[in-house]
């Protein structure tokens, strides 16, 4: 079978190449064909090539119902994360084609895929009654207990330990689907592919569980667990650089073989507060009053109304009030911004209530934007309709406010307070880093921790209180650091 | 035992003595608060010292050391020279009372064990 393959021609081009010129009365030859356009795909496939999918799957013809195309399509998915196939797919579904239901069954538990298609199947999936239904719902849920032969043997190769069939010579990494863009999650998947990791999806029933039973003991898991009930974020922020990704991939091929193994394993998400390009979910961190007041530049009197407000969702149950998680100092900051508008607008907003509704924005696994109308009504775009926080109607006003960059330096009252996530040049906050203290830069070294070793050599009439420093933590490179944390620990202090 | 200070603790807490006790600073760098635990539990450490009772406020920490079976004492005193001080003082205390996935809180005169956090 002559397939056109050459070696300038990326292989993408071929397959979609390929596909378009299938001879659907014949379908044996086409089958041959596209083993061999897999095969080569399959033997070189590389990094360059996943970054051209998106464009290339646009491609792909999926316009006759039934055609052949379309399973090898699926397949081709299957194979390689293809997951802009889900959309046409997801029309052969709803259009009953059986075995676009099957294939579909197989693809909604991938990464990257939209929970909308495993829906689908599920839907469409009880219309098909019998061994074909049980056959589809085993291969959605490692939890279904399938009752045919044909799918206790199906369910075996795509669920680890269930039935002892799943794989062993290539390591399995579980990537958590419940966040992160999705395109960086595919970015990783096809890293890890072509390292030649089996990647596998959480499902959605098993979020919820730390380990879900039916993961096998050495299989890595890429999320970073949060307090929050609503799930895991994934560990792939815009920043993960490609030697991170490389780190879980050689993470997964170290404990190919390792007995338990606990999740998170390999944390890899301390880099992903440094691209909040969107409104993220942070959940952890045990903040202070001084520097809730400090990043938020709100009153002792305000923090204590807000504690209140915050309802279920206020400061950690058990623990003295003074401690505040990261998304509730994202809250009351983005209300403190708020209120300054409305202000401007001639309009009085209580800030603890505006945070209370901030903080539930917070708690959602997607970028919510926000601001404020031209009559001073505070608004959250959801699916592209301003709806008014406090009535929940849809907002009539022009929005003259949008915050996008709550983290970057803004001013509030009568000063500007520093980016949150560093506040200085050589400082950063990150919740799951010293509680959410901000430390300085490449250490687990919080400001204020050094600002008190200054003051304790100021006290012992240190000749040179700087150095005494540097001789107490030798892991600070110079006295850059000592000055730039001791400025902003006096800063957090004069505002407490 | 084996204890593992936090990097906010004063690199002269690792000269401190006890028989049968080592410390050492941790150094590695920035890593989040429960890979600290896990690296720790890697390298063979029975404890870690953390700075302030924040560090147990979101319970990750206390749950990181819970599952990797390891010791977590945080300091009540928030001032680095202190902490190391008190620290210096209770190694003995720590080497006989604190046990694997206990969670306790040094106090400029005690160490007290927490049921919960």
């Given amino acids: 079978v002559d397939t056109g393959v050459t070696t300038d021609f990326s292989l993408l081009e071929t397959v979609v190449w390929a596909l378009s010129r299938v001879d659907t009365e014949s379908s044996d030859a086409a089958s041959s064909a596209f083993a061999l356009v897999l095969d080569r795909l399959d033997r070189t496939r590389a990094i360059e090539d996943y970054d051209r999918i998106p464009d290339a799957v646009g491609h792909l013809p999926f316009d006759r119902l039934g055609d052949d195309r379309t399973v090898i399509a699926a397949n081709l998915a299957l194979a390689h994360d293809m ?31 939209p ?20 056959l589809a ?15 206790i043997v199906d369910r075996g190769a795509r669920w680890f330990d269930r039935s002892n069939a799943f794989p062993t010579v290539a390591p399995v990494v579980v990537v958590d689907p419940s966040a992160g863009p999705a395109r960086d999650r595919w970015r990783l998947i096809g890293e890890l592919h072509s390292a030649g990791v089996i990647v596998k999806r959480l499902p959605h029933e098993v979020w919820q569980e730390p380990t879900p039973g039916w993961l096998p003991r050495s299989a890595l898991t890429v999320t970073a667990e949060t307090t929050s009930r609503r799930g895991r974020w994934l560990a792939t922020g815009g920043s993960l650089t490609r030697s991170m990704r490389r780190r879980v991939a050689e993470a997964a091929f170290a404990h190919i073989d390792a007995s338990p193994f606990n999740l998170p394993p390999q944390p890899i998400g301390v880099e992903r507060l440094e691209s909040v390009a969107t409104y993220e979910i942070f959940t952890a961190g045990a903040i202070p009053n001084s520097e809730v007041q400090f990043f938020a530049d709100i009153s002792h009197s305000t923090l204590s109304k807000a504690a209140k407000a915050f309802g279920e969702l206020a400061p950690r149950p058990g623990l003295s009030l003074n401690y505040w998680a990261f998304s509730q100092l994202v809250a009351l900051r983005a209300a403190r911004y708020l209120a300054r508008i409305a202000a401007d607008q001639h309009k009085r907003v209580a800030i603890a209530e505006l ?44 929005v003259v406010s949008l915050v996008d960059r709550i983290y970057e330096p803004i001013i509030l009252s009568e000063r500007t307070v520093p980016g949150l996530l560093r506040p200085t040049k050589l400082t950063r906050v990150h919740p799951g880093i010293a509680a959410g203290l901000p430390t300085i830069v ?17 006290n012992s009439k240190m000749a040179d209180p700087y ?30 | 035992v084996n204890v593992l200070v936090d990097a906010a603790i004063p690199d002269s807490v690792t000269r401190a003595n006890a028989a049968g006790v080592r410390v050492a600073r941790w150094t590695e760098g920035e890593v989040d608060d429960e890979e600290l635990v896990n690296e720790a539990k890697r390298m063979g450490f029975d404890a870690v010292v953390v700075i302030g009772r924040a560090m147990l406020g979101d319970g990750r920490l206390a749950r990181a050391a819970r599952e990797s079976s390891i010791a977590l004492i945080a300091t009540v005193t928030t001032d680095p020279l202190e902490a190391a001080t008190y620290l210096a003082a209770r190694l003995v205390s720590i080497r006989n009372r604190v046990q694997p996935g206990e969670v306790w809180l040094l106090r400029s005169d005690q160490l007290e064990q927490l049921d919960t956090v």
């Fill in chain 1, 83 to 113: 997951y802009e196939v889900v959309a046409p797919l997801a029309h052969l579904v709803r259009a009953g084609h059986v075995q676009t239901i099957l294939l579909a069954s197989g693809l909604a538990t991938h990464p990257g895929v």
């Fill in chain 1, 115 to 134: 929970p909308v298609l495993k829906d689908l199947v599920i839907e469409h999936a009880e219309a098909l009654g019998g061994p074909l239904r049980d």
């Fill in chain 1, 137 to 151: 719902l085993s291969r959605l849920d490692p939890l279904h207990e399938p009752s045919t032969p044909a799918a």
């Fill in chain 1, 355 to 398: 945070a209370s509704e901030m903080l539930r924005l917070t708690q959602e696994h997607q970028e919510v934007p926000f601001g404020v109308t031209s009559d001073g009504s505070v608004v959250a775009d959801r699916d592209g309709v301003l709806v008014n926080l406090k009535t929940g109607q849809q907002a009539m006003g022009d």
């Fill in chain 1, 442 to 458: 490449g250490t687990r070294i919080p400001a204020r921790a050094i600002g008190a070793a200054l003051r304790d050599a100021r």
């Fill in chain 1, 467 to 496: 150095e005494a420093v540097l001789d107490a933590y030798p892991d600070l490179e110079d006295v850059d650091y000592v000055r730039d944390a001791e400025n902003l620990d006096r800063r957090i202090l004069a505002t407490s």
